[in-house]
T-cell receptor, first 114, second 115 residues
Framework: ETGVTQTPRHLVMGMTNKKSLKCEQH?????MYWYKQSAKKPLELMFV???????ENNSVPSRFSPECPNSSHLFLHLHTLQPEDSALYLC?????????????FGPGTRLTVL | AQSVTQLDSHVSVSEGTPVLLRCNYS??????LFWYVQHPNKGLQLLLK??????LVKGINGFEAEFKKSETSFHLTKPSAHMSDAAEYFC?????????????FGAGTRLAVHP
């Protein structure tokens, strides 16, 4: 596997379910990100991890819970979601430096909340 | 604060004609700027980036962008559109004010290419 991978690619869940999204990067990066992409809205940064430490929580509701066990893996744990949480969730990684390094994105998980 | 404005939400061109996607930025310091492309049901792919070297930046698939400080613009161009260029394009500025690499995305421009 190369680049940034995300599983599952599609997920349908009820509002009472608990599920997790997984992201893995094979690029040797040490910063990872979760974004939410909804229709007709700009890409929203949710969480940032630098060297496994969370450095940003962009006012995300507590029903979204991130976890970064090591610099290659990132999870987003979901519970009691709302229909408006349906969106494409994108994971990205980069070098954790103050240089202007681009972020590399995974293909996303298309989440539908019923 | 850093921000970007993509001036067109939709652009439609004929195959073989030039492409121009417009982007203006606002930055309190010398910015780094990027263009990303997203094909349907795919993640974002980096097309090109400007990091204070040459003002004319060449990217993948024949795209290029020119950084114009006086106009605070970073427009994306391609001389001849191909059907496979149909996608959504995002202009992005890097924001380091939080002490880490944060990307600020524009709202996106959807490019349609007609035969």
């Amino acid at each position: 596997e190369t680049g940034v991978t995300q599983t599952p690619r599609h997920l349908v869940m009820g509002m009472t379910n608990k599920k997790s999204l997984k992201c893995e990067q094979h690029l040797g990066h040490n910063a990872m990100y979760w974004y939410k992409q909804s229709a007709k809205k700009p890409l929203e940064l949710m969480f940032v991890y630098n060297f496994k430490e969370q450095t940003e929580n962009n006012s995300v509701p507590s029903r979204f819970s991130p976890e970064c066990p090591n610099s290659s893996h990132l999870f987003l744990h979901l519970h009691t979601l709302q229909p408006e949480d349906s969106a494409l969730y994108l994971c990205a990684s980069s070098q954790a430096t103050l240089n202007y390094n681009e972020q590399f994105f995974g293909p996303g998980t298309r989440l539908t909340v019923l | 604060a850093q921000s970007v404005t993509q001036l067109d939400s939709h652009v439609s061109v004929s195959e073989g004609t030039p492409v121009l996607l417009r982007c203006n930025y606002s930055s309190s310091y010398s910015p780094s700027l990027f263009w990303y492309v997203q094909h349907p049901n795919k993640g974002l792919q980096l097309l090109l980036k400007y990091t204070s070297a040459a003002t004319l930046v060449k990217g993948i698939n024949g795209f290029e962008a020119e950084f114009k400080k006086s106009e605070t613009s970073f427009h994306l161009t391609k001389p001849s559109a191909h059907m496979s260029d149909a996608a959504e394009y995002f202009c992005v500025v890097s924001d380091l004010s939080g002490g880490y690499n944060k990307l600020i995305f524009g709202a996106g421009t959807r490019l349609a290419v007609h035969p």
